[in-house]
């Protein structure tokens, strides 16, 4: 039988045995979030002058709608300093927070406008309010700009 050769992620003890930042290990969590594969990602810090560098965990988890994983650091691991629940998490805290921000992000819709745009006018709408979201107000002045060239451009004269 193969041995397992995945390092045990609970203590800091287990951890400090992990290669710094050459790469995560990742663990599967498994149980009551079986429908939505998630892994646990832990990424041991490089050591800096001779001292050992601040862990990070992040969580991984299929997006089903695109096609592949989906990785967001969490937090820094308990490797040097406390942990407090936020800025610094130990195993049990990562793994709730790995679970509760994959759900989160797996329920978010993946297309940011509305599939019930009827008009041409509600698409341009829809289409600036996420330029203005998603780059500021100066990409949004830019496409209401060129909307209302083109709409400009495309009507018929009038007599």
């Known amino acids: 039988m193969p041995k397992n050769t995945t390092p045990d992620l609970r203590s800091r003890t287990a951890r400090s045995k992990t290669v710094p930042a050459e ?8 149980g009551k979030h079986a429908d939505l594969p998630i892994a646990l990602a832990y990424r041991r810090g490089k050591n800096i002058n001779g001292k050992p560098g601040v862990g990070t965990w992040s969580v991984r988890w299929l997006n089903s709608d695109a096609g592949k994983y989906e990785l967001v650091r969490l937090t820094e691991a308990d490797d040097i300093r406390d942990a407090d629940g936020a800025e610094v998490m130990n195993w ?14 797996a329920a978010m819709p993946t297309r940011t406008t509305s599939r019930s745009v009827s008009t041409v ?7 600036i309010a996420h330029q203005r979201k998603a780059k500021g107000e100066r990409a949004a002045r830019s496409a209401e700009q060129t909307a209302r060239t083109s709409t400009a451009a495309s009507s018929p004269a009038s007599s």
């Open 23 to 30: 790469r995560r290990v990742f663990e599967v969590l498994t």
């Open 92 to 105: 049990q805290q990562a793994k709730a927070a790995a679970e509760a921000t994959a759900r989160q992000r």
């Open 121 to 127: 006018q509600g698409a341009v709408e829809a289409y």
